[in-house]
């Protein structure tokens, strides 16, 4: 398992941009799958992105196709989300969680550790 950090959250306006980052210690964060989850007000925690442990293979929910993009830096322990084009809808708690055991990546149950999430406010 991994500690996991998530910053760069904060308000964005209507079509803007943000990065979150996401920075693991005390594990092999090299050895995880990585994924992104969201949970807006009064709403389920939601799937959003995922990397595997190398970077060759990324998903993601068909809400942020096209707008976001994932990627990690093994060699800094780091995970990002790029988010671009923001739409109220985005609105949420951004949570990195990392993933050692086999498993569909777009389960939360099937990750292991879970940052403790930063808040994305897009207002128009």
């Known amino acids: 398992q991994v500690q996991l950090v998530e910053s760069g959250g904060g308000l964005v306006q209507v079509g803007g941009f943000l990065r979150l980052s996401c920075s693991a210690s005390?594990?092999?964060?090299?050895?995880?799958?990585m994924g992104w989850f969201r949970r807006a007000p009064g709403a389920e925690r939601e799937f959003v992105a995922s990397i595997t442990w190398k970077g060759f293979t990324v998903n993601y929910s068909d809400s942020v196709r096209g707008r976001f993009g994932i990627s990690r830096d093994n060699a800094k322990n780091t995970l990002y989300l790029q988010m671009h084009l923001l739409k109220p809808e985005d609105t949420a708690v951004y949570y990195c969680a990392a993933k050692f055991r086999p498993g569909d990546q777009y389960v939360d149950s099937n990750y292991d550790s879970w940052g403790q999430g930063t808040q994305v406010t897009v207002f128009s």
């Open positions: 005390g594990g092999t964060f090299s050895n995880a799958d």
